[in-house]
């Protein structure tokens, strides 16, 4: 059995959104922080008990660097970005995603925050018709000419952003990872099987687009979140090894999975 440490003041950007949702409900019932806040455009459908949820434009730089200076978190996890199926507002993409993602980076770095995760996708590595079999990280990114989703460049080019930002020169001390989830299912999907089932219903299923032979990874939702906690941990009890302190126990129970 292993000892969970707190995480201290977590973070979750995106926490009213499907994925954000699912880790506030995790860290949550597993006491995994001593405070957790929510930053997202609009209120939570469902508020997790205890946890300060606020709105707030995390692309309006200045009204971030004030937010994280009031609240100094020590975790981030910023997972909010505008829907895939809005892609077609490139603008959009590239202000929440890109913009929005360096100046999540800025102000953590000016303000003292520990670790940050950053959710990117797993199509970050695909061209959408080649074939990837056990593809892992080392795959290279697939954005710009060769990359028909400008969504995905997006999502690649804020996850070089944050990568390049561990153990930067100009701030050493904060630790930074990427998760690349698959299409995710599970309580409060919206976008993946409500749309196929209603596809279904409508009765438009005559036609069929290959040879019915592709396989594809799902992830459910939980899985995903877990994810999640386990990286944020992880960044967290590095820093707290080089920077000495030992954070006190915050419970004894065993993380699902480990
Ligand atoms: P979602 O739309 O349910 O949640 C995203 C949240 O971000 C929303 O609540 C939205 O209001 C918020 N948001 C958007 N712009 C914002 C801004 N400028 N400031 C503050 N908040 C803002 O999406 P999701 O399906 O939960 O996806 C979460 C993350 O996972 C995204 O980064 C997405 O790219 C990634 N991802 C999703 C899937 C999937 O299958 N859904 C697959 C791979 C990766």
Redesign the pocket.
């Known amino acids: 059995e292993k000892q969970i440490r707190s995480l201290g003041h977590v973070l979750v950007?995106?926490g009213?959104?499907?994925?954000?949702h699912h880790i506030v409900s995790l860290l949550s019932s597993r006491k995994a922080c001593s405070k957790l806040t929510v930053?997202?455009?609009?209120p939570p459908a469902k508020p997790v008990a205890g946890v300060n949820y606020e709105q707030?434009?995390?692309?309006d730089y200045v009204a971030m660097l004030k937010f994280f200076g009031k609240h100094k978190f020590d975790g981030v996890i910023h997972?909010?970005?505008?829907?895939?199926t809005a892609s077609s507002n490139r603008d959009l993409a590239y202000k929440?995603n890109v913009e929005?993602t360096k100046n999540m980076i800025r102000v953590a770095q000016e303000t003292g925050v520990k670790a940050f995760v950053y959710?990117s996708?797993?199509s970050v590595i695909h061209d959408t018709t080649s074939d990837l079999i056990n593809a892992n990280e080392t795959y290279p990114l697939i954005m710009g000419k060769e990359q028909p989703e400008y969504y995905t460049t997006t999502?690649a080019q804020a996850e070089m952003h944050v990568l390049a930002s561990n153990r930067s020169p100009s701030h050493p001390k904060l630790l930074t990872t990427a998760i690349r989830?698959?299409?995710?299912f599970g309580e409060g999907d919206v976008?993946?099987i409500p749309p196929g089932l209603s596809a279904y219903y409508r009765g438009q299923t005559k036609f069929q687009i290959g040879d019915n032979e592709n396989l594809f990874d799902f992830t459910e939702i939980t899985n995903v979140a877990h994810a999640h906690h386990l990286a944020l941990a992880a960044l967290m009890a590095t820093r707290e090894r080089e920077d000495g302190g030992l954070a006190a126990p915050l419970n004894h129970e065993k993380v699902d999975g480990e």
Do not use: I, W
């Open positions: 950007t995106g009213s959104g499907f994925l954000g930053l997202d455009l609009k707030g434009d995390l692309t997972t909010a970005s505008p829907l895939m929440v929005g959710t996708s797993a999502k989830p698959s299409a995710m976008q993946l």
